[in-house]
């Protein structure tokens, strides 16, 4: 005969008890009830506790290089405030993890374009502390600054970044979000503060979540996957965050000299791939904290793509702009498996995954696409839109990169994105 008191439900205090408790759960009796007389109350065992990983992000303004030759925009472009080797105003994320408060402090007027790329695993317990430096240009403006997780689907209003519902990070304070992530793909980060501006200004990036399948299952070995598929379907070899984003120098230009933007006058100059426009794109990665690394020392990652013939390649693809771009690679076939940090699966788990050369994509989206390295050789992954393709509106640039496929065994195994 079953025993009523295992079959009652657990009541609102029993659940409380087990929310608030320290380091155990205890499933408590209702009150009165026999299963009080039969004693104490059973005590589970302490969960295995999560990962943790730590972060500490620093806001502030600074200045950067589009692509040289470019046709002038007058008097926009370039700027004649800028500091040698730039001509861009912007707004950004700096990570400054490790660094000694005064070392934090010197970072005032040094952001970068786009924000650092994070990536973690999930279930992991992050914390990132974000310190608000303010403006070195502009001292005037008093603005806040958040970070939001942008498609996060278990952000609570506290740590969301939407200054509205939650907290803004004003000038010389500092606060530290958490966030749990229990969906693997690819999402977006942004400030959230008067996010028409901030956006266009350039504080956005790439924030990727690694899944608990990497680790291996009773049906899948261990390895590199997009998604916790169940059957390996999502297994790549190296991986390359590429996050979409159009530069209107007027608005920069304004921000920079005390003056007002009108929105709805929006006209991009530079269509931009981790904030570099082609042909910077190609350049490799650089280090914000290195005086060496030139004139793209606030735009340090790569839009690069490389890979050996034969091994599979995830692109994970991102739009913070404010326009729909269309990317095509000629002569290679894209298999998207994701969008939007959803595996494309049917409600019966079948697959429904896409073969195309063409990826579309929204403001605020993101695609996981995964491709085979064709041949050795070059390949060109382009917006197909024209005016993406120039920059200032002449020449060949914009949202454009390459694939380099070198022969098979030639390239070492990849450590990290866009390495």
């Given at each position: 005969m079953t025993d009523p008191v295992r079959q009652r439900s657990i009541s609102?205090?029993?659940?409380?008890?087990?929310?608030?408790?320290?380091?155990?759960?205890?499933?408590?009796?209702?009150?009165?009830?026999?299963?009080?007389?039969?004693?104490?109350?059973?005590?589970?065992?302490?969960?295995?506790?999560?990962?943790?990983?730590?972060?500490?992000l620093a806001a502030t303004d600074g200045w950067v290089s589009m692509p040289q030759g470019s046709p002038p925009i007058s008097p926009f472009w370039p700027d004649p405030l800028a500091p040698p080797n730039t001509d861009l105003y912007v707004f950004g994320f700096r990570?400054?993890?490790?660094?000694?408060?005064?070392?934090?402090?010197?970072?005032?007027?040094?952001?970068?374009?786009?924000a650092p790329l994070l990536g973690f695993d999930q279930e992991t317990d992050i914390k990132i502390k974000l310190t608000n430096l303010g403006l070195a240009?502009?001292?005037?403006?008093?603005?806040?600054?958040?970070?939001?997780?942008?498609g996060f689907r278990n952000a609570i209003p506290l740590f969301d970044g939407v200054p509205e519902l939650s907290i803004s990070v004003p000038i010389g304070?500092?606060?530290?979000?958490?966030?749990?992530?229990?969906?693997?793909?690819?999402?977006?980060?942004?400030?959230?503060?008067?996010?028409?501006?901030?956006?266009?200004?350039?504080?956005?990036?790439i924030v990727y979540v690694r899944p608990t399948q990497n680790a291996g299952t009773a049906d899948v070995p261990p390895g590199k996957y997009v998604y916790n598929d169940g059957d390996g379907t999502?297994?790549?070899?190296?991986?390359?965050?590429?996050?979409?984003?159009?530069?209107?120098?007027?608005?920069?230009?304004?921000?920079?000299?005390?003056?007002?933007?009108?929105?709805t006058d929006y006209k991009p100059s530079f269509f931009a791939f981790n904030g570099r426009c082609y042909p910077d794109t190609l350049a490799p990665n650089g280090d914000p904290l290195s005086p060496a690394a030139g004139?793209?020392?606030?735009?340090?990652?790569?839009a690069l793509v490389t890979a050996n013939a034969g091994e599979r390649v995830l692109l994970r693809l991102a739009n913070l702009g404010y326009w729909n771009h269309t990317l095509t690679a000629d002569g290679i076939d894209l298999l998207v498996v994701g969008k939007d940090a959803a595996l494309l699966r049917g409600r019966d788990g079948s697959a429904e995954y896409q073969v195309t050369n063409t990826i579309e994509i929204?403001?605020?989206?993101?695609?996981?696409?995964?491709?085979?390295?064709?041949?050795?050789?070059?390949?060109?992954?382009?917006?197909?839109?024209?005016?993406?393709?120039?920059?200032?509106?002449?020449?060949?640039?914009?949202?454009?990169?390459?694939?380099?496929?070198?022969p098979p065994g030639t390239l070492a195994a990849q450590t990290r994105a866009n390495a």
């Open positions: 609102r205090r029993a659940l409380l008890a087990g929310v608030t408790g320290l380091g155990t759960w205890a499933v408590l009796p209702e009150s009165g009830s026999d299963a009080q007389l039969r004693g104490p109350a059973a005590v589970l065992p302490r969960a295995v506790p999560n990962p943790t990983a730590t972060l500490h990570d400054v993890t490790g660094l000694s408060a005064t070392e934090v402090t010197a970072q005032r007027g040094k952001a970068q374009i786009t240009q502009r001292p005037d403006l008093v603005d806040g600054h958040t970070v939001h997780w942008h304070r500092e606060f530290t979000y958490f966030f749990r992530p229990h969906d693997a793909g690819t999402y977006m980060y942004h400030c959230h503060f008067e996010d028409v501006e901030h956006v266009q200004m350039g504080m956005t990036g999502t297994r790549y070899d190296r991986e390359f965050a590429l996050m979409l984003t159009e530069v209107w120098a007027e608005a920069h230009y304004r921000d920079a000299h005390i003056q007002t933007t009108d929105w004139r793209l020392r606030y735009q340090p990652i790569s929204g403001p605020g989206e993101s695609r996981d696409v995964i491709f085979t390295a064709p041949d050795a050789g070059t390949y060109l992954l382009y917006d197909r839109d024209l005016m993406s393709l120039a920059n200032a509106g002449g020449g060949r640039g914009g949202h454009l990169t390459e694939i380099r496929i070198s």
